[in-house]
């Protein structure tokens, strides 16, 4: 995959550092941090991906434990408030098999000009993932931990930054590819983090 080869060149010691931890039993411990925050929405989350994929869960377990940026931002048709459930649509947006995804490329909204996933098959177990950007799509693998390593990557590769919704999600999981540390990390963020790494 050639992000994967550009980010090789740009940073060499860190490329493999995501799937190497993440296969260290780390969804697990996400998921044991998500049930202990006795969270209606998390518990409905985790409830959801029941028979479903582990690593997709926990990826969106860790996305909505981190805290977000709660702003108002202007659309084209005027302003609109994000929540917890909004802001995981800044990581990653499912659509049924059989969906034209060059056309939800093509006519997505604005606000998600920045790369995110898109997922292909049922919600809490698609059978494949594309990396959007801009108006374009790119193949970003039939799991989700090769799809989200990518996608973290793509924004290195192409030189955009993260989403601000999602600016402590990505801040955390960049300790892993040992690009941020501790002192990045607002309290909140720290806090869940060091619970997620005791376990």
Same mark, same amino acid.
């Given at each position: 995959?050639? $992000?994967?080869?550009?980010?090789?060149?740009?940073? @060499?010691?860190?490329? %493999?550092?995501?799937?190497?931890?993440?296969?260290?039993? =780390?969804?697990?411990?996400?998921?044991?941090?998500?049930?202990?925050?006795?969270?209606?929405?998390?518990?409905?989350?985790?409830? *959801?991906?029941?028979?479903?994929?582990?690593?997709?869960?926990?990826?969106?377990?860790?996305?909505?434990?981190? @805290?977000?940026?709660?702003?108002?931002?202007?659309? &084209?048709? &005027?302003?609109?408030? +994000?929540? #917890?459930? %909004?802001?995981?649509?800044?990581?990653?947006?499912?659509? @049924?098999?059989?969906?034209?995804?060059?056309?939800?490329?093509?006519?997505?909204?604005?606000?998600?000009?920045? !790369?995110?996933?898109?997922?292909?098959? /049922?919600?809490?177990? !698609?059978?494949?993932? =594309?990396?959007? +950007?801009?108006?374009?799509?790119? /193949? &970003?693998?039939?799991?989700?931990?090769?799809? =989200? %390593?990518?996608?973290?990557?793509?924004?290195?590769?192409?030189?955009?930054?993260? /989403? /601000?919704?999602? *600016?402590?999600?990505?801040?955390? $999981?960049?300790?892993?590819? #040992?690009?941020?540390?501790?002192?990045?990390? &607002?309290?909140?963020?720290?806090?869940?983090?060091?619970?997620?790494?005791?376990?």
């Amino acid at each position: 995959m050639q $992000i994967n080869l550009e980010y090789g060149m740009l940073y @060499p010691e860190t490329g %493999d550092e995501f799937i190497t931890n993440w296969s260290l039993n =780390f969804a697990q411990k996400v998921l044991t941090v998500a049930r202990a925050q006795n969270s209606e929405q998390l518990n409905d989350l985790i409830s *959801a991906h029941k028979d479903g994929d582990d690593d997709l869960c926990a990826l969106l377990a860790l996305a909505f434990l981190m @805290p977000f940026h709660s702003f108002r931002k202007k659309s &084209g048709k &005027g302003a609109f408030a +994000l929540n #917890k459930s %909004d802001a995981l649509s800044f990581l990653i947006q499912n659509f @049924p098999v059989g969906t034209d995804i060059t056309a939800i490329a093509e006519t997505k909204q604005c606000r998600y000009s920045q !790369p995110h996933l898109i997922s292909v098959g /049922p919600a809490h177990n !698609p059978q494949q993932y =594309f990396i959007g +950007l801009d108006a374009i799509t790119i /193949p &970003g693998g039939n799991s989700i931990v090769q799809a =989200f %390593d990518r996608l973290y990557k793509s924004f290195y590769v192409f030189n955009v930054h993260f /989403p /601000p919704a999602l *600016a402590n999600n990505y801040a955390a $999981i960049s300790m892993i590819y #040992k690009r941020t540390t501790f002192s990045d990390l &607002g309290a909140t963020a720290t806090q869940i983090w060091s619970q997620i790494l005791k376990q």
